[in-house]
């Protein structure tokens, strides 16, 4: 089983909301990623986590904050966003970490639209 | 640095016919990963096909098969039999891995339609 969940499945917020992305998956999986994807563009890598611990921060703007509660759970806290944080939000996990021969399986996505 | 190119950025093939969607990469790497991800119009990535470096046969996932030219760096991507529900975005990617983690570099997509 492949499988990566992500919940909720679409949602709409102010710019002074505070909501929250979930993704999980019970492969395993030791490293657990969030991208931000654009129409038509390819996914932009924000955060990996490592065995539950930050391992890569792409510069991300602090109004979106990751947690890993523990190894099958990943979040994305979102507080005072801008409209063109709109996008589709993905999450993957995979098996391996620092290996150039590990697969990344993606969650389904939260579409996420700010007003 | 590592980059993923794909220069075709959209393409049509109507039902039963073959099409090949082109990717080059660069790496200096000796051993990685290649993959091309799916991603239809109702979003969900799905990894369609990977390839080791070190292997020399070609991948094949039924109807999805792949030419890998490690020479020329080159991952092409041969779909056969065309099915509706093989349009989809599709996404050469390649898997990078330093101190820091892994990350998968992209190209920038193809946008595959499969007509009747």
């Known amino acids: 089983d492949t499988e990566v969940t992500q919940t909720p499945k679409h949602l709409v917020m102010g710019m002074t909301n505070k909501k929250s992305l979930k993704c999980e998956q019970h492969m395993g999986h030791r490293a657990m990623y969030w991208y931000k994807q654009k129409a038509k563009k390819p996914p932009e890598l924000m955060f990996v986590y490592s065995y539950e611990k930050l391992s890569i921060n792409e510069s991300v703007p602090s109004r979106f904050s990751p947690e890993c509660p523990n190894s099958s759970l990943l979040n994305l806290h979102l507080h005072a966003l801008q409209p063109e944080d709109s996008a589709l939000y993905l999450c993957a996990s995979s098996q391996a970490w620092r290996s150039s021969t590990d697969t990344q399986y993606f969650g389904p996505g939260t579409r996420l639209t700010v007003l | ?116």
């Open chain 2, 1 to 116: 640095a590592q980059t993923v190119t794909q220069s075709q950025p959209e393409m049509s093939v109507q039902e039963a016919e073959t099409v090949t969607l082109s990717c080059t990469y660069d790496t200096s790497e000796s051993n990685y990963y290649l993959f091309w991800y799916k991603q239809p119009p109702s979003r969900q990535m799905i990894l369609v096909i990977r390839q080791e470096a070190y292997k020399q046969q070609n991948a094949t996932e039924n109807r999805f098969s792949v030419n890998f030219q490690k020479a020329a760096k080159s991952f092409s991507l041969k779909i056969s039999d065309s099915q509706l529900g093989d349009t989809a975005m599709y996404f050469c990617a390649f898997m990078k891995a330093n101190q820091a983690g892994t990350a998968l570099i992209f190209g920038k997509g193809t946008t595959l339609s499969v007509s009747s």
